[in-house]
């Protein structure tokens, strides 16, 4: 597995439901995106989705799309879906999925994606894997 894209998020504000038996909590965020592959930012309009159920373990999904240049110096935009699940040992580990513009980045649509979620003061950092053989 080789880490091909670090994304370092922000968090801008954040909105809750407490409801009798879940919470969801929506988490806007802004921040950059950095790997062998690609250099560029988050494009305004990124949410991660938390729910926690009482007695189950916490499930996010984000979406959000940056916007930078590929491994070709050429501009383009990548659409993250990431979705997970939080263990019980309490890492989150997600399975994201990539929508590009690059032609040089393609591969990445139908790559075997996984990904790690890190805190950090302010926000997280999103690792995310692929199996290149």
Known sequence: ??????????????????????????????????????????????????????????????????EGTDDQSLPCHIFIENNGTESPDHVLRTRPAIVTDSASLAWMEQADLHGTVESTEGGVIIHIWADIS
């Open 1 to 66: 597995m080789q880490e091909i894209l670090t994304v370092n998020v922000s968090i801008d504000s954040a909105t809750e439901v407490n409801g009798g038996r879940q919470s969801v909590c929506m988490v806007a965020f802004s921040g950059t995106a950095d790997g062998p592959y690609f250099h560029g930012k988050i494009l305004p309009g990124g949410v991660d989705t938390q729910m926690r159920a009482a007695g189950q373990p916490m499930t996010l999904s984000a979406r959000y799309i940056l």
